[in-house]
T-cell receptor, first 113, second 111 residues
Framework: DSGVTQTPKHLITATGQRVTLRCSPR?????VYWYQQSLDQGLQFLIQ???????AKGNILERFSAQQFPDLHSELNLSSLELGDSALYFC????????????FGPGTRLTVL | AQTVTQSQPEMSVQEAETVTLSCTYD???????LFWYKQPPSRQMILVIR??????QNATENRFSVNFQKAAKSFSLKISDSQLGDAAMYFC????????FGAGTILRVKS
């Protein structure tokens, strides 16, 4: 158990819908990272937040957004969902802003029908 | 832009034998970290080993060691005395100004 929690574990929804994925980092960790793992695309870095502020952006679509709250949990919002958004979404946390081992959550499996 | 290449989509090893997974990367940065992560069937991502680019000494964690060649931009993972529990997808990752993961190598362990 990495200490990072993600909810829900599974999510099934329809195209065009909007969903919110939640992540709670390890106690004391200030950074949260979001990743998307599709079957055919490996692990893609989406976005990083550090202590409430956006720190780095990867291959995140405009339909996706994230935020980190004062209690340091983070939410990833996915809107206007498409079939291709079906994937495993991971969150990871680190104590600082960079250069650290990342502790991954168990992931949220999103299926868009 | 930084890239990470894992040229072996799949590898097999006999139990108790040694296997080496390849990883090359491209960057113009001088300061960065490299990681190997393991993803077993449970899909949980687990850190195997990490290497700081400024360190010349290769990192070692029990049966896992790396061969880090900074000039060649190569970062291979050696697993000694392979065990059935080592069967997983292995990802090489670069962490500099950007985070980049390789496409992964599936490792199968035969008993």
């Amino acid at each position: 158990d990495s200490g990072v929690t993600q909810t829900p574990k599974h999510l099934i929804t329809a195209t065009g819908q909007r969903v919110t994925l939640r992540c709670s980092p390890r106690s004391g960790d200030l950074s949260v990272y979001w990743y998307q793992q599709s079957l055919d695309q490996g692990l893609q870095f989406l976005i990083q937040y550090y202590n409430g502020e956006e720190r780095a952006k990867g291959n995140i679509l405009e339909r996706f957004s994230a935020q980190q709250f004062p209690d340091l949990h983070s939410e990833l919002n996915l809107s206007s969902l498409e079939l291709g958004d079906s994937a495993l979404y991971f969150c990871a946390s680190t104590p600082g802003g960079s250069w650290s081992e990342q502790f991954f959550g168990p992931g949220t499996r999103l299926t868009v029908l | 832009a930084q890239t990470v290449t894992q040229s072996q989509p799949e590898m097999s090893v006999q139990e108790a034998e040694t296997v080496t997974l390849s990883c090359t990367y491209d960057t113009s940065e001088s300061d960065y970290y490299l990681f190997w992560y393991k993803q077993p069937p449970s899909r949980q991502m687990i850190l195997v080993i990490r290497q700081e680019a400024y360190k010349q000494q290769n990192a070692t964690e029990n049966r896992f060691s790396v061969n880090f060649q900074k000039a060649a931009k190569s970062f291979s993972l050696k697993i000694s005395d392979s065990q059935l529990g080592d069967a997983a997808m292995y990802f090489c990752a670069y962490h500099g100004n950007k985070l980049v993961f390789g496409a992964g190598t599936i490792l199968r362990v035969k008993s």
